[in-house]
Nanobody, 122 residues
């Protein structure tokens, strides 16, 4: 099992910055990639950023280079640094992890945190 706990959300003015954290525990050695997703009211959950086992990263076009995903240790803590925040960034942000299958009997598993609210408003 993998447990994920997000923190760092809050209220920020447009143009401001926030850094989200995701603390992972349990069988973190099996994690293949970790991601940040977000979901605004009435909208589908969307992928914001991803960091893979080899350290490579990917970002949604909507971030326009404003966000940076990083990790501390192997998978102990994942961060999302958000700069130049816009009102459209308002959403619940979720930490996500996908595990590897080490045997033919195993299948990759998905784990989610409970989410942290980010509100960008004057």
């Amino acid at each position: 099992q993998v447990q994920l706990v997000e923190s760092g959300g809050g209220l920020v003015q447009p143009g401001g910055s926030l850094t989200l954290s995701c603390a992972a525990s349990g069988r973190t050695f099996s994690i293949a990639a970790m991601d940040w997703y977000r979901q605004a009211p009435g909208e589908q959950r969307e992928l914001v950023a991803r960091i893979s086992r080899d350290g490579s990263t990917n970002y949604a076009d909507s971030t326009k280079g404003r966000f940076t995903i990083s990790r501390e240790g192997r998978w102990d803590t994942m961060y999302l640094q958000m700069n130049s925040l816009k009102p459209e960034d308002t959403a619940v942000y979720y930490c996500h992890a996908r595990t590897m299958a080490f045997t033919v009997e195993q299948v990759p598993q998905d784990y989610w945190g409970q989410g942290t609210q980010v509100t960008v408003s004057s």
